[in-house]
């Protein structure tokens, strides 16, 4: 059964940093590309980064280009995200979603292009 599951999240302060990471289960995930998103109440699911299986490609949103990063470790079958400089806009519960593309350097901002996702972690920047 293919399981992803994401932790890391928390409650923080403006300005500070979380690192939320998606272990995969039951499958190798090296080879699928994987996608953050985040959505917050009211709101659509909005993509955040994503990194291809090669590793060769890896695309932000315009919103946290600088502050966030995205990478995948072959050896925990984890992919982490870095997010820094966290904003109150920030605020959501983050998922991660995993998927195999025709080409492998491909990734997708898009949550339509993944079908397997994660259960989410809540990220809260507040004062």
């Known amino acids: 059964q293919l399981q992803l599951v994401e932790s890391g999240g928390g409650t923080v302060q403006p300005g500070e940093s979380l690192r939320l990471s998606c272990k995969a289960f039951g499958f190798a995930l090296h080879y699928y590309a994987v996608g953050w998103f985040r959505q917050a109440p009211g709101q659509e699911r909005e993509g955040v980064a994503c990194i291809s299986s090669a590793g060769s490609t890896i695309n932000y949103a315009d919103s946290v280009k600088g502050r966030f990063s995205v990478s995948r470790d072959m050896t925990t079958n984890t992919v982490y995200l870095q997010m820094g400089s966290l904003k109150p806009e920030d605020t959501a519960t983050y998922y991660c979603?995993?998927?195999?593309?025709?080409?492998?350097?491909?990734?997708?901002?898009?949550?339509?292009?993944?079908?397997?996702w994660g259960q989410g972690t809540q990220v809260t920047a507040s004062s």
């Open positions: 979603a995993a998927d195999v593309f025709a080409v492998q350097a491909m990734c997708y901002l898009d949550s339509k292009e993944y079908k397997y």
